[in-house]
């Protein structure tokens, strides 16, 4: 295999690690928060699209974990909480083989006593029934369709209607790239092959003709950089759209191959209370470090194969992207408290109290999905030495009611 092979393939790889990482961290934080008051301590997670479980990478010729394994591994660690949640888990997978390689993997978790279940079939049909199963619990829905995903009329405002009683959101892998694709099809001449089957199939998944209308200019799928602008237009528009039918909050987060890419996908969580955009974004700034780490660790590759093409006088390229990797976290940290610091103090301006379930778009602003917990206390630290915020009241501080500024501190 040769290092451009490898390049290709880690690239490749980096989407997954950031829609991985914040599976991971985000479900463990939903079944642990919703849990503690849920019938039994139980909590309901429903993957649409499971696949096989697990994957062979074509890098390491080792074994990833797929959605249903991070899920249940998630399952496993909860049931030896000090409290207990039980995370229960039901896998969809339509394709033959990859349902027997899920199922396969199911049935040994549930010999360790894990509640854990892979159904066979299309999610369509089988996506309601499997909510009514969780009718009285918290439920987290992980959709993953590779393209388009299930009718509209039958999807996330669907799920996120059911009664008020138990948390419910919902966490879509929505497929820019295939909205890319699909533009160029409606200049075709009728009745070219597959042009209405794939057109038709555009309009269920996204609730009608409308996206159409952002694709009428030919102009906009000359090349795959023009047709990315109305696609993300698409995007947006079917966020604000589900947001308005279904009552919720969305928090979206772009997946790339390289930050220099477009995004090919966008994975949006739609939440019905606002506080859970604080804990997302915990997850969501977690991966992005996962995510960072290995953009680096193809820089250095990058850096290798210059080298070795082309060697420069005394320090190696290699070397000095070594050495900016090693200064990347520092810095991330510094950058990101002195964002929450400056959006701290502009927003205290106009308000005596600041709370993270009203406000954390204020807080947070540029720094949404790099800056997590961990910045913010450092924010608040340094204010507080400022005389600007009162101090925090402990590790178990309610991060519901975070800022209020000192008495008599004057931001004019």
């Known amino acids: 295999m040769t290092r451009t092979d490898d390049f290709f393939k880690r690239s490749k790889a980096a989407q997954a690690t950031l829609k991985h990482a914040i599976l991971r961290s985000y ?69 033959r083989e990859h349902y027997e390689s899920l199922s396969a993997l199911v049935a040994q978790a549930r010999e360790e006593g894990l509640p854990v279940e892979a159904q066979k079939g299309d999610v369509t049909k089988l996506l309601a029934p499997a909510v009514q199963r969780f009718q ?90 023009t047709a990315y602008e109305p696609a993300e237009r698409i995007t947006d528009e079917y966020a604000r759209m589900v947001c308005r039918e279904s009552r919720t909050n969305v928090f979206p987060v772009d997946i790339r191959r390289a930050a220099s890419h477009k995004p090919l996908f966008r994975l949006m969580l739609f939440h019905p209370k606002p506080l859970a955009a604080f804990k997302f974004n915990n997850a969501v700034s977690s991966g ?74 204020l807080i947070f602003g540029a720094a949404t999905g790099s800056a997590r917990g961990t910045h913010l206390t450092k924010a608040w630290d340094a204010l507080t030495e400022e005389g600007v915020t009162q101090p925090r009241k402990g590790s178990s501080y309610d991060w519901a009611k975070i800022w209020s500024a000192q008495a008599g501190v004057s931001f004019s």
């Open 136 to 225: 009285s619990l918290p439920l987290l829905v992980f959709l993953d369709p590779f393209g388009a995903s299930l009718p509209h009329s039958a999807s996330i405002p669907a799920v996120l209607g059911r009664s008020s009683d138990q948390p419910t959101e919902v966490l879509l892998n929505f497929s820019v790239e295939t909205l890319r694709r699909a533009g160029s099809r409606i200049h075709e001449e009728p009745g070219a092959p597959g042009r209405e089957g794939t057109l038709s199939t555009m309009d269920n998944w996204l609730g009608g003709v409308w996206w159409r209308e952002h694709f009428s200019d030919p102009a906009t799928v000359q090349d795959a950089e």
């Open 288 to 361: 992005n470090e996962k995510w960072r780490s290995l953009m680096w660790e193809m820089d250095v590759e990058l850096a290798q194969r210059e080298d070795a093409r082309n060697p420069q006088p005394g320090i190696s390229r290699e070397e000095e992207t070594r050495m900016a990797m090693a200064a990347d976290p520092a810095q991330v940290m510094d950058d990101n408290v002195e964002i929450l610091k400056d959006n701290i103090r502009t927003a205290l301006r106009t308000r005596p109290v600041l709370t993270m379930e009203h406000d954390f778009g």
């Open 27 to 95: 479900l463990a934080t939903f079944a642990t928060a919703t849990g503690t008051r849920s019938p039994g301590h139980r909590v309901g997670y429903i993957d649409g699209y499971a696949g096989p479980g697990e994957y062979i990478n074509d890098l390491t010729d080792s074994r990833d974990e797929g959605s249903p394994i991070i899920a249940m591994n998630v399952a496993r660690h909860q049931s030896t909480l000090k409290e207990p949640r039980i995370l229960e888990c039901i896998f969809i997978e339509r394709g």
